[in-house]
């Protein structure tokens, strides 16, 4: 990979859809068949596209979500989010990059960790999801896909 961040993360994923351990319809089938440097190019390609930024309409719901993300919730035992995926959810080597990622998208990832229902990468995930409520995964998946990719200009 190219080391930019996420893209250690998506030559993951990548394979995991091929092999079969990440479950997805779609994305089974459409890895099937990519060999492993097809796998390293696209990831390459995907990981250095700026993130999207979705407008965000319910400022003092996605509030609910900010606080979460940068505190967690110590009454709950939910650690917070920046703490493995970035101060401003760009992501690492090993983990997504969460800023602009559609909001449904989110959710559902969260609930599927919480139900063990994705087959991958559930450990850790599991553990936090799974002590999220409906309102604190919707505040989150809103939250982060109105995060903004920090430039230079901006810091």
């Known amino acids: 990979g190219g ?11 990548l394979k995991n859809f091929r092999d079969g351990k990440r479950k997805s319809d779609t994305m ?9 440097d097809q796998i390293e190019a696209l990831a390459d390609y995907f990981s250095s596209k700026p993130a999207l930024t979705h407008r965000v309409r319910d400022k003092g719901f996605a509030a609910v ?4 993300f940068k505190k967690g919730n110590r009454y709950s035992g939910i ?11 760009q992501g690492t080597d090993e983990l997504p990059r969460l800023a602009g990622q559609h909001k449904r ?11 063990r229902a994705r087959t991958n990468d559930n450990a850790i995930m599991h553990t936090i999801a799974s002590k999220l409520t409906e309102m604190e995964i919707e505040a989150l998946a809103l ?6 990719e920090e430039t230079k200009e901006e810091q």
């Open 3 to 13: 080391g930019l961040p996420s893209c250690n993360y998506l030559v993951k994923q």
């Open 28 to 36: 089974n089938e459409m890895a099937k068949d990519l060999k492993d």
């Open 65 to 68: 979500g900010e606080y979460l």
């Open 79 to 89: 650690p917070a989010c920046k703490s493995c995926h970035g101060e401003f959810g």
């Open 105 to 115: 998208y989110v959710a559902d990832q969260l609930q599927a960790f919480g139900e």
């Open 143 to 148: 939250y982060v896909s109105g995060i903004k």
